[in-house]
């Protein structure tokens, strides 16, 4: 099956936006300066069906960092090149149980990054990409991350520079992966790669055509482009419904029953496999970095254009 009709979409669309516009639990992420400055009152929504067709409500074209949901499109693209085996070997699917950034979760699992979906796998997964510097893997990533958007995506200088005095933390991960030797490419210069993934900005509504691209077989299906083998696909929303939503992600598919993909400036993206893509802006995030707002309304679209994948009817 596909979409329900278009009017059935807009009407439900705004129903979503409307429920829980007022809703002002959780707080903007504030280890930056530049993602501490974003405006908590925005709230869009878009959805993109693998027709293509696609309709916004709210502020489904003000632009922000894709953040951690870059990370799902990266782990995409490297699969691709190199193969899911090699991927799940060195990187892993299980779901930590940790925080996003946890150091932690390496230590107690033997140096393993476990998925690609938090920052050491992530890590990870970038050092993956094809590319022997850090300047042919980082134009990989933009050219990919841009084929998934159907446009080409640019920098938030800000942001990237925020980021980059601020990476402690993510150089430390990186530097751990490294002693286990768990990361391909120099740590350094792959966490410069990935502050730059995470500082491309992006739209709702590119969200969610990236998202139609994953949930429509690798296809774009706003330019037609293949950017990813289809068995890709399968496997990255395959990681995305055990990690895609970090420690909370059994609450996410328990209620939604869809793959999605959470990143602390606001952004969630969810794919509803062969029928398209819904994405959600809204800065405000609970305690484990997942936009609350973003959360209600996949929610409550998920049910009513039935889209949960474990439902029978
Ligand atoms: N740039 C952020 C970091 O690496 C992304 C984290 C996220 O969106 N959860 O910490």
């Known amino acids: 099956g596909r979409l329900p009709r278009e009017e059935l979409v807009a009407q439900l669309m705004q129903d979503a936006y409307d429920r829980y516009a007022g809703v002002d639990d959780g707080a903007v ?47 995409a693209l490297v699969c691709d090149a190199l193969g899911p085996e090699a991927v799940l070997r060195q990187v892993g699917v299980n779901n930590t149980g940790l925080p996003f950034n946890s150091v932690m979760a390496l230590e107690l699992n033997g140096g393993s990054p476990m998925n690609p979906l938090v920052n050491a796998g992530a890590l990870a997964t970038t050092s993956l990409v094809p590319g022997a510097t850090a300047q042919d893997k980082w134009t990989f990533v933009q050219t990919g991350l841009s084929a998934f958007a159907g446009r080409p ?23 751990l ?61 395959a ?11 059994g609450e996410w598919l328990f209620s939604i029953g869809l793959p999605g993909k959470s990143g602390v400036s606001g952004g969630i993206v969810t794919v509803a496999p062969g029928k398209g893509s819904l994405s959600t802006f809204s800065p405000r995030l609970d305690a484990a970095g997942n936009s609350v707002r973003g959360g209600l309304a996949t929610r409550y679209l998920s049910g009513a254009l039935g889209l949960n994948l474990f439902a029978s009817r």
């Open 153 to 175: 995506l640019s920098l938030d200088d800000d942001v990237y520079a925020s980021e980059a005095a601020h990476n402690r933390r993510n150089q430390a991960i990186a530097r």
């Open 29 to 75: 992420a504030d280890y930056i300066p530049a993602l501490a400055a974003a405006d908590p009152a925005l709230f869009g929504l878009s959805i993109v069906s693998v027709t293509g067709a696609s309709h916004s409500v709210g502020d489904a074209l003000h632009e922000f960092s894709i953040q951690s949901v870059s990370k799902a499109f990266v782990f």
């Open 239 to 249: 990681a995305l419904a055990t990690s895609g939503l970090y420690e909370r992600s």
């Open 177 to 237: 992966l490294e002693s286990y030797g768990r990361i391909a490419h120099d740590p350094l210069e792959t966490t410069d790669v990935y502050t730059r993934q995470c500082s491309l900005l992006v739209s709702a509504t590119d969200l969610a055509v990236m998202g139609a691209t994953l949930a429509d077989g690798g296809v774009n299906p706003v330019t037609g482009e293949r950017v990813v083998d289809p068995s890709v696909c399968r496997y990255v929303l």
